[in-house]
């Protein structure tokens, strides 16, 4: 399976400049890059590349750095998110993140602020594999299938249709863990460990009680995660083409990591925007035994979908922030080829410029 993505890959515009070459292609004279990719290095160690672009191992590290940056960001930020919670569903007790933060440290103790720890880590490091590790591979897939000219032109539609059916299959490893966690930080006396509230739901409402709130999850996460990829990678362009005073070939890692962190900063409040009603909707959707998502949306009013917005912005942007810095330094300790942003190919801006488009 993986010999036909690394085929795909080598007629990638995504592809690694230093060993992307086309079948049938003619190679570049005088050690030139392939002379259609006018992409810069993509800034690998003096060791070069570990691994090819495309293989079983490149997508592997791929998902183990999904891993990291989901699984210990959402876990850190535990405590925000219990109190982003109980706002959504108890909003005249807990009036706002600081409000919430006291009253719960106040009535429960320190210890409180760490409930759902357990089904967070496990979850959202489930979620990340899919989410960083099929990305990679959608992305690489739909990039063969379009073509390296459509590629380019059509690339933002490319990195949406990559990480929506990325995390189509992420959210079905998360589901489980998400409904466990909202029930141990929402629901007084019912669970206070993982091993306690997973057999509690599965005992009292089977697996449908697990998976109920896998549709309200899909509309939460697969918007989110589109712009949360999209906005990323257009963003990154953006940066080094406009902002960055110099070519990304001539950044070093450090300054490359930290136009990620800005850029996956900025990626996080759009995706917070987009996905909180969602998200809302989960919450109460979890916390109500026998409810449904319409009926959960109903209840809460569109006043009630977005509150805790001002909460999730902050929570959310410095999590994607994050999420791409440990990403991205995965990929640089483990040496994995890290391409720069694409570039239009030598036979579009010919065909443009022969049209009159340039």
Same mark, same amino acid.
């Given at each position: ?77 535990? @405590?925000?998110?219990?109190? #982003?919670? !109980? &706002? %959504?569903?108890? $909003? =005249?007790?807990?009036?706002? /993140?600081?409000? *919430? +933060? ?73 589901? @489980?863990?998400?409904?466990? #966690?909202? !029930? &141990? %930080?929402?629901? $007084? =006396?019912?669970?206070?460990? /993982?091993?306690? *509230? +997973? ?160």
């Amino acid at each position: 399976m993986f010999s036909s993505f690394r085929e795909l890959a080598k007629c990638n515009p995504f592809f690694s400049p230093f060993q992307a070459q086309c079948e049938g292609r003619a190679p570049a004279k005088d050690g030139a890059l392939v002379p259609t990719r006018n992409l810069g290095a993509a800034a690998a160690s003096d060791e070069g590349d570990s691994c090819e672009f495309g293989s079983a191992k490149y997508y592997a590290l791929c998902g183990f750095g999904g891993i990291l940056s989901c699984g210990l960001t959402h876990t850190a930020i535990v @405590p925000l998110d219990l109190v #982003k919670c !109980r &706002i %959504q569903v108890d $909003p =005249g007790k807990y009036k706002n /993140l600081i409000h *919430g +933060l006291r009253l719960t440290f106040t009535e429960e103790g320190g210890r409180a602020l760490a409930k759902g720890w357990a089904p967070t880590f496990i979850g959202y490091s489930l979620q990340g594999l899919g989410k960083f590790g099929f990305y990679e591979v959608f992305k690489v897939f739909y990039g063969g299938l379009l073509g390296e000219e459509y590629c380019y032109t059509y690339r933002t539609s490319l990195y949406l249709a990559a990480s929506a059916s990325a995390e189509f299959f992420a959210d079905i490893l998360l589901a @489980p863990w998400e409904a466990t #966690k909202v !029930r &141990i %930080q929402t629901m $007084p =006396g019912f669970a206070n460990t /993982l091993r306690e *509230g +997973l057999p509690k739901i599965y005992n009292a409402e089977g697996i449908n009680g697990l998976y109920k709130g896998l549709p309200p999850l899909w509309m939460r996460q697969i918007p989110y995660t589109m712009m949360k990829f999209a906005c990323f990678e257009r963003t990154v362009e953006a940066l080094y083409k406009h902002v960055v005073p110099k070519p990304r070939a001539d950044c070093n890692k450090a300054e490359q990591l930290v136009v990620t962190f800005v850029a996956g900063y900025i990626a996080g409040v759009f995706c917070a925007i987009v996905s909180h009603p969602a998200d809302s909707v989960v919450s109460k959707l979890n916390n109500d035994k026998g409810s449904t998502a319409m009926q959960a949306a109903k209840d809460l009013g569109m006043k009630g979908l977005w509150r805790g917005l001002g909460a999730r912005i902050i929570m959310i942007g410095t999590l994607t922030a994050l999420q791409w810095f440990i990403y991205d330094s995965v990929k640089v300790i483990f040496r994995l080829p890290r391409p720069p942003p694409p570039e239009m190919p030598e036979s579009l801006r010919l065909k443009l410029e022969a049209a009159g488009k340039l």
